[in-house]
T-cell receptor, first 113, second 114 residues
Framework: AQSVSQHNHHVILSEAASLELGCNYS??????LFWYVQYPGQHLQLLLK??????LVKGIKGFEAEFIKSKFSFNLRKPSVQWSDTAEYFC???????????FGAGTTVTVRA | NAGVTQTPKFRVLKTGQSMTLLCAQD?????MYWYRQDPGMGLRLIHY???????AKGEVPDGYNVSRLKKQNFLLGLESAAPSQTSVYFC?????????????FGPGTRLTVL
């Protein structure tokens, strides 16, 4: 079965620090990749997605992610975080011939002012 | 467009009670999904549907039933609620499966079973 691993359970940062969240998946074929964000008390929102093409994907709110196929990774980055980036972040993967989105366990990011 | 909506937003049940969660989407999507979210476990797929009148089991289907009588609605039922079903339930929909599949999520239903 496909699995998605997020390396950090909880990350605590100060404002203006850089953020990188790791995500690895186990499926060997063609995949689509997503990062979702869940702000406190809200539902999941799509941050960015990778389907094909340029492996460096830019999303909303200054986030970007890099797909490294050889490492089965899709790490999320932001150069300078803000207090409003405090949220839970989920990596998700779906094989191109499947319906089912597999989620990582999530990483809680706390940004201190 | 309202996107994906869920009712109710909150519910408290006693063990053994039943209830139905309603998901509705106005994007004419073929595919709909029910997930549960538990701390430290991400989202896990309960059931999904690939079109009106169809349903299929996901990763954690036990204790739940679903129905998709209309394309825009996907119902999740708990026949006899258990404390282990305390969770936040999310519905999602998508227009495609596989390539270019992007799922849109509802606001969630927080269910507590006492």
């Amino acid at each position: 079965a496909q699995s998605v691993s997020q390396h950090n359970h909880h990350v605590i940062l100060s404002e203006a620090a850089s953020l990188e969240l790791g995500c690895n998946y186990s499926y060997g074929g063609t995949v689509n990749l997503f990062w979702y964000v869940q702000y406190p008390g809200q539902h999941l929102q799509l941050l960015l997605k990778y389907f094909s093409g340029d492996p460096l994907v830019k999303g909303i709110k200054g986030f970007e992610a890099e797909f490294i196929k050889s490492k089965f990774s899709f790490n999320l980055r932001k150069p300078s975080v803000q207090w409003s980036d405090t949220a839970e972040y989920f990596c998700a993967v779906i094989p191109s011939n499947d319906y089912k989105l597999s989620f990582g366990a999530g990483t809680t990011v706390t940004v201190r002012a | 467009n309202a996107g994906v909506t869920q009712t109710p937003k909150f519910r408290v049940l006693k063990t053994g009670q039943s209830m139905t969660l309603l998901c509705a989407q106005d994007m004419n999507h073929e595919y709909m999904y029910w997930y549960r979210q538990d701390p430290g476990m991400g989202l896990r797929l309960i059931h999904y549907s690939v079109g009106e009148g169809t349903t299929a089991k996901g990763e954690v289907p036990d204790g739940y039933n679903v129905s998709r009588l209309k394309k825009q609605n996907f119902l999740l039922g708990l026949e006899s609620a258990a404390p282990s079903q305390t969770s936040v339930y999310f519905c999602a929909s998508s227009s495609l499966a596989g390539l270019y599949n992007e799922q849109f999520f509802g606001p969630g239903t927080r269910l507590t079973v006492l």
